[in-house]
């Protein structure tokens, strides 16, 4: 398979460990002020009203994909966080479009992360990455 899309497309792809940029997603405030804990029972949901989006009964690590989208670059859960929380955010069309193209302010998001008891730290992590190059 390997050799027929190397022929194909003239490219190739393997594994290799790379020290990498990240953001570790911290608990800054053990209370958690901007979220609440969720029932074990409650459905996980998201409904935006009014310029809101709500999200219920949604786990850190729902947070920590977003947050890789948004932001364009890994983020690490190092919160130690086991429940499901209800929370909410200012959300519009710019939002959006920002998320899908990974370009959410580092800056904009922290004040959110700190109203709600957390924090992201910059850190580097050796990752696993898949490298394609151009065949030899």
Same mark, same amino acid.
């Given at each position: 398979?390997?050799?027929?899309?190397?022929?194909?497309?003239?490219?190739?792809? *393997?594994?290799?460990?790379?020290?990498?940029?990240?953001?570790?997603?911290?608990?800054?405030?053990?209370?958690? #002020?901007?979220?609440?804990?969720?029932?074990?029972?409650?459905?996980?949901?998201? &409904?935006?009203?009014?310029?809101?989006?709500?999200?219920? *009964?949604?786990?850190?690590?729902?947070?920590?994909?977003?947050?890789?989208?948004?932001?364009?670059?890994?983020?690490?859960?190092?919160?130690?966080?086991?429940? #499901?929380?209800?929370? #909410?955010?200012?959300?519009?069309?710019?939002?959006? &479009?920002?998320?899908?193209?990974? #370009?959410? *302010?580092?800056?904009?998001? &922290?004040?959110?992360?700190?109203?709600?008891?957390?924090?992201?730290?910059?850190?580097?992590?050796?990752?696993?990455?898949?490298?394609?190059?151009?065949? &030899?």
């Amino acid at each position: 398979l390997q050799s027929a899309i190397r022929e194909a497309t003239g490219y190739t792809a *393997h594994m290799e460990a790379r020290n990498t940029d990240v953001l570790k997603l911290e608990v800054q405030d053990a209370n958690l #002020s901007g979220m609440t804990i969720s029932p074990a029972d409650e459905d996980e949901d998201v &409904q935006y009203k009014d310029g809101i989006l709500y999200f219920k *009964h949604k786990s850190p690590g729902y947070l920590v994909r977003g947050l890789e989208d948004g932001l364009g670059k890994p983020v690490i859960d190092e919160t130690g966080l086991t429940n #499901s929380y209800d929370f #909410s955010v200012p959300w519009n069309a710019k939002t959006t &479009q920002a998320m899908q193209a990974g #370009s959410w *302010h580092l800056e904009n998001v &922290q004040k959110v992360l700190n109203g709600w008891g957390l924090d992201l730290e910059p850190a580097t992590e050796t990752m696993n990455m898949v490298v394609v190059e151009k065949a &030899q």
